[in-house]
């Protein structure tokens, strides 16, 4: 079983920056794929970003494709997420996902690990 904590979040103006960051539980993270997914009031949780367990492969959402970065650091059990040039429609809960089974995966249910999110507000 893997826990995972987010940090990171917070206020920024529109063209900012924020690193968030998903530290997580245990002695098997590099056994697990992760994934960030985020949540605006009244939608539904989206896909945003997704990297393989060794790093060496990673996947966005088109609304984010070359403004955010996945990484991970599996010596210090950790995934973030590098986001640069912040537009308003990127306010959301920012969640951190895992799954230990199932390669990378762009849906909420591919990941049975979740943490319970970070939120991020970008003003105009």
């Known amino acids: 079983q893997v826990q995972l904590v987010e940090s990171g979040g917070g206020l920024v103006q529109a063209g900012g920056s924020l690193r968030l960051s998903c530290a997580a539980s245990g002695h098997t993270f590099r056994s697990y794929t992760m994934g960030w997914f985020r949540q605006a009031p009244g939608k539904e949780r989206e896909f945003v970003a997704a990297?393989?367990?060794?790093?060496?492969?990673?996947y966005y959402a088109d609304s984010v494709k070359g403004r955010f970065t996945i990484s991970r650091d599996n010596a210090k059990n950790t995934v973030y997420l590098q986001m640069n040039s912040l537009k308003p429609e990127d306010t959301a809960v920012y969640y951190c996902?895992?799954?230990?089974?199932?390669?990378?995966?762009?849906?909420?249910?591919?990941?049975?690990?979740w943490g319970q999110g970070t939120q991020v507000t970008v003003s105009s």
């Open positions: 996902a895992a799954d230990a089974f199932r390669g990378v995966s762009w849906s909420t249910s591919g990941y049975n690990h």
């Open positions: 990297i393989s367990r060794t790093g060496g492969s990673t």
